[in-house]
């Protein structure tokens, strides 16, 4: 795992979050993450194929279909672990790459972890990106 400084500044220079797994539902742990990151000023990009959009933000069916002058610096996975690879693969497609992939809590996926950081890219597993923001930037 990457030390506490390397993940502000992660946070801190990071300006599009896309957020994997979305849900339109205000219940939902990946709605509530959205609106926190959407209250500390990044870009939200729900991907959900079953939604249009949330928190008035145009959802996607997947990362390949956010358009390519979005810059997508983190990839915030809220999926089955199963899922990861998939993702992973379409994060890695992107142009340019994205800083980051996070896994929400309860997501894992080792193999993963080589594929992305073999590509410069900073990987996060087992982490909620909502708990790390208020722990690294409390007042």
Not at 98 to 116: F, H, I, M, T, Y
């Amino acid at each position: 795992m990457m030390g506490d400084e390397q993940m502000r500044e992660l946070l801190r220079s990071a300006r599009t979050i896309a957020v994997v797994g979305m849900s339109d539902k205000p219940e939902r742990d990946s709605h509530e993450v959205g609106k926190f990151l959407m209250s500390k000023g990044y870009r939200v990009v729900p991907v959900n194929p079953s939604v249009p959009e949330v928190l008035g933000a145009r959802s996607y069916p997947s990362l390949r279909e956010i358009p390519p002058d979005v810059h997508v610096d983190i990839v915030d996975v809220f999926r089955k672990s199963e899922a990861v690879p998939g993702v992973v693969e379409e994060a890695l497609s992107r142009t340019p790459l994205p800083k980051a992939v996070w896994l929400q809590l309860g997501v894992k996926d080792d193999p993963s972890r080589g594929k992305v950081e073999g590509k410069g890219i900073q990987y996060y597993q087992d982490l909620c990106i909502m708990v790390q923001h208020r722990r690294l930037f409390r007042p």
